[in-house]
């Protein structure tokens, strides 16, 4: 995920109490029930070195089921799919839901660590590939679980239940909706906040958080464009389906560049299929797009638009059929809840100092994340943990050059730093969920 560099502290007013203005004392109970991270680190380094695709994470999901069960969790498992989820009941109270992914991507590892992967495996279309974790999910599975075991030891000084939801197929940005539609929350309370967090290309020891958009919506168009009755002996008299095609995506990236003038839009060609060897006139072409944007409206834009271009190029080539249009949402915009997005954010300055708290984000990942919240109309908060050395960020920011030198999620080379990495992953997620648990206790 490279940058949209923003490099400011972030800055909170009437969100939050400051810690010390609270009944519980959130950072004193961090540091009573820190754990020791060496079994952590170790786990992180286990699953990244044994790294598991879509659909397929049976020995990860596994272990970390084991780890909840050992704590004490009641743990469901297979939950659409791989999914695992560990609730811990500890009175009345507010549900905090915290999330973690599984999955891992078809990506050869060339990062040089001592646990690199060198794993290969059959993909949900049946093709060997490589496995490399290069997103992260490993250390959000380690962060959780150390939260899991802070949060659990520190039963005394909150009240409510905890789930720890670690979701499949995170990577095709469906396990959110599988896990949904496998019936999730008729097995779990229903939660009264749901928050997550992703590696980033900022500092080890920082963090990013910010309301209203931070990762954008996604949504997959498929194209079936029409030719007519001919042979490839005549193609001036029938359809020349390659041309009809390669005019629709030139007049798609001018309607990106008319909607980008209001905001980020994008339209990117995932998938182009013409023709078949054999074949002496092809009937059709298939095209697949990636739709992405920040805003609703612009969102509305891109998509009619695109039914408008494809009706209009097939209808001016005399195509023997209307062309079949199908879009579906890969991923709803990720738009952090005001109110509470300025809530944690205060707690994360308060508890870390605002000099950790920035203000940077992604440019433009999607994350299946919200559905998880959005299915029950819960509010939810999305932020972002740092990974790299800030000696070596600041290297490459000085010279100019942060995407030659510093590995973006999804690279072959993307490995976290893992000190203070996992330390501060693991007490963000507590602090953000004792913040809830705490809040109805008494002194």
């Keep these: 995920m490279p940058l949209v560099r923003v490099a400011t502290p972030l800055t909170f007013s009437g969100s939050q109490a400051p810690l010390g203005q609270q009944c519980i004392d959130l950072a004193s109970t961090i540091e009573t029930f820190a754990p020791p991270l060496a079994q952590f680190e170790n786990l992180y380094k286990d699953i990244h070195q044994h790294p598991e695709l879509s659909c397929s994470e049976a020995r990860t999901s596994s272990i970390i089921a084991d780890r909840l069960q050992d704590l004490g969790f009641d743990v469901r498992q297979s939950i659409g799919g791989h999914g695992v989820v560990g609730v811990l009941q500890n009175g009345p109270g507010k549900v905090v839901m915290l999330r973690a992914e599984l999955d891992a991507l078809p990506i050869q590892e060339q990062t040089g660590l001592s646990f690199s992967s060198t794993k290969r495996m059959a993909d949900m279309w049946g093709r060997d590939q490589p496995v490399m974790h290069a997103c992260g999910h490993d250390m959000h599975m380690a962060c959780l679980i150390a939260a899991a075991k802070l949060l659990h030891d520190a039963r005394s000084a909150w009240a409510g239940t905890l789930e720890v939801l670690f979701q499949p197929n995170e990577e095709h940005t ?13 097995k779990i309370p229903k939660p009264d906040v749901v928050m997550a967090q992703h590696l980033m290309q900022i500092p080890s020891g920082t963090l990013s958080i910010k309301s209203g958009p931070v990762l954008v919506s996604a949504d997959t168009v498929k194209l079936r464009v029409f030719s007519s009755e001919g042979h490839a002996a ?14 629709i995506v030139l007049r798609l990236q001018d309607l990106v560049k008319e909607v980008s003038k209001d905001g ?9 299929h013409i023709g078949a060897p054999g074949l002496d006139w092809v009937e059709y072409a298939d095209v697949v797009l990636d739709v992405k944007a920040y805003d609703p409206s612009l969102r509305s834009r891109l998509l009619d638009g695109i039914n408008g271009i494809v009706e209009d190029e097939s209808t001016a080539s005399g195509a023997a059929k209307k062309p079949c249009i199908t879009s579906s949402v890969r991923a709803p915009l990720t738009n952090n809840d005001g109110h509470l997005a300025g809530r944690v954010g205060q707690v994360f300055a308060d508890f870390f100092g605002a000099d950790k708290v920035l203000q940077e984000l992604p440019s433009h990942p999607c994350e299946d994340f919200s559905i998880l919240a959005r299915a029950v109309q819960s509010p939810y908060v999305f932020w972002f943990l740092g990974r790299v050395h800030p000696e070596d960020l600041e290297r490459a920011r000085r010279d100019g050059n942060v995407l030659d030198k510093i590995p973006i999620e999804h690279s072959a080379f993307n490995a976290p730093l893992i000190h203070p990495t996992l330390e501060t992953g693991m007490k963000a997620l507590s602090v953000a969920a004792l913040s809830f648990l705490t809040e109805d206790n008494t002194c």
């Design 174 to 186: 469906g396990g959110a909706q599988s896990m949904i539609d496998d019936g999730l929350y008729e």
């Design 234 to 247: 005549n193609p001036q008299v029938s359809v020349e389906i390659s041309v009809v095609v390669s005019k």
């Design 264 to 272: 980020y839009a994008s339209i990117h060609v995932e998938e182009l």
